[in-house]
Nanobody, 115 residues
Framework: QVQLVESGGGLVQAGGSLRLSCVAS????????MGWYRQAPGKQRELVAA???????NYADSVKGRFTISRDNAKNTVYLQMNSLKPEDTAVYYC?????????WGQGTQVTVSS
């Protein structure tokens, strides 16, 4: 059974930083698409950053240059380093892993950026 557990969210002032972590069990990140998504109140869930199946990285235009996705395959953990945070980054952040017959989500972690 696949389980994803996010952590690292919190309240931070604009301009600050946070690092989110997503620990996976029951699946190997390095063999699948893995992404960080976020959903703000009243808005659709959107992709923030991802590793593709081939290991390339993709970022939403709104976070390029500020957020960095990384992973530790030995720990089966994916990180999202978020710098220069803005109030519009406020959302619940979810990690997601997808592959053949696989599409799993974590429970989410709240990120709140105050102005």
């Amino acid at each position: 059974q696949v389980q994803l557990v996010e952590s690292g969210g919190g309240l931070v002032q604009a301009g600050g930083s946070l690092r989110l972590s997503c620990v996976a069990s029951g699946v190997t990140f390095s063999r699948n698409f893995m992404g960080w998504y976020r959903q703000a109140p009243g808005k659709q869930r959107e992709l923030v950053a991802a590793f593709t199946n081939g290991g390339n990285t993709n970022y939403a235009d709104s976070v390029k240059g500020r957020f960095t996705i990384s992973r530790d395959n030995a720990k089966n953990t994916v990180y999202l380093q978020m710098n220069s945070l803005k109030p519009e980054d406020t959302a619940v952040y979810y990690c997601n892993v997808r592959g053949l017959f696989l599409n799993s989500w974590g429970q989410g972690t709240q990120v709140t950026v105050s102005s």
